[in-house]
């Protein structure tokens, strides 16, 4: 059944939902075993489908991704992070980043181009405004941090122990937002002192 998509959703709303989604996940990875630090991987899967309320996979929506990443990959760019941007089940779920991400990880390339039905309107941005776009096969589970707009898990590229984040930004436009972080994990029982 596909959900119902009013026609008042603007791109201005989603630029502000999108915002206050990263303030809150740049707070809860802001100190401690949560804290993000130059050089890490924030990942972000979008189904632009889904911000606009219908079935994911069949509204792709190269103005939604557009202002998407206007927002946020300045953001990440701004905290020395770098942002891995997931495609579609039709491209297994690779990801989009840059060169020097992938050479800094030895992450593995593969000869793919993202289109709009195939990696979707998300990883097509990250192509286009990237410095030096590479798309890799997985990204060996190193994102510190992540971004699920619309279900389209990203946990596969969670780095252990991936915690939930329990936000209160729950939607860009129609879409579900879940978030997630990483701590290290706590060993040595009840005596042991973290």
Known sequence: METENTGALTLAQ???EANAV?????????????KL????????????SRVMGYHMGQHSTEDVA??????????????????????????????????????????????????????????????????????V?????RARAGIDIG?????MHMKPVCVPIHNENTKIGCANITMARQRPKLIGGARAQY
């Not at 096969?137 to 589970?141: G, L, S, T, V």
């Open 66 to 135: 557009k202002t998407l990443m206007n927002t946020i990959l300045p953001r990440v760019r701004e905290k020395g992070l770098f942002l891995a941007c997931q495609c579609c089940e039709h491209l297994n779920r690779a990801l989009v980043v840059e060169r020097e991400c992938m050479e800094k990880y030895d992450f593995t390339q593969v000869s793919v181009k993202p289109a709009l039905h195939a990696g979707g309107a998300w990883s097509v941005q990250a192509m286009a405004q990237f410095d030096d776009p590479v798309v």
């Open 151 to 155: 279900g389209v898990f990203i946990g």
């Open 137 to 141: 096969e997985d990204i060996k589970m």
């Open 14 to 16: 989603i630029e502000k």
């Open 37 to 48: 630090n130059p050089g890490d991987i924030v990942v972000i899967g979008c189904s632009t």
């Open 22 to 34: 990263l303030d809150e996940l740049f707070a809860n990875c802001s100190e401690g075993y949560y």
